[in-house]
């Protein structure tokens, strides 16, 4: 029970990894990148685009490994160590949201609770 209770977790983590990957693919049409970015300087322009394309393929990854080696992540101790990393990842996503975005708006904090959300889905797995 316990067990299949973590596998739940590590799933549903994989769902939240691979919606976060598609968001962001989404960021160029969302915040209107194709007319904004080139106000930057060509290289801070360069520099949103490249950690926006690696982090898709971290979220992908994560998703990956979620879905794929879901036993692995819940009975090895390596396992554990990535859904702690993982954990931690989320959760210092939010504290960036709170510091950078500030949480003045519901849309800030929305994702700030979601980020929060993150942390817990791959937490929940080490406790049970």
């Known amino acids: 029970m316990e067990t299949n209770f973590a596998k739940m977790w590590v799933i549903a983590g994989g769902v939240f990894n691979l919606a ?8 160029w ?16 322009r360069a520099i949103m685009q490249v950690l926006n394309i690696r982090l898709i393929y971290v979220l992908i990854g994560f998703a990956y490994i979620s879905f794929f080696f879901t036993n692995e992540l819940t009975s090895t101790r390596l396992g554990r160590e ?6 931690v990842f989320w959760i210092m996503r939010a504290g960036e949201q709170k510091i950078f975005f500030e949480l003045r708006n519901r849309v800030s904090i929305a994702l700030f609770i979601f980020f929060l959300c993150g942390g817990i889905i791959y937490l929940l797995p080490l406790i049970y």
């Open 20 to 27: 976060f990957a598609i968001f962001h693919f989404l960021f």
């Open 29 to 44: 049409r969302l915040f209107r990148w194709k007319q904004d970015l080139p106000k930057l300087a060509p290289v801070n």
């Open 82 to 87: 990535i859904l702690l990393f993982i954990a």
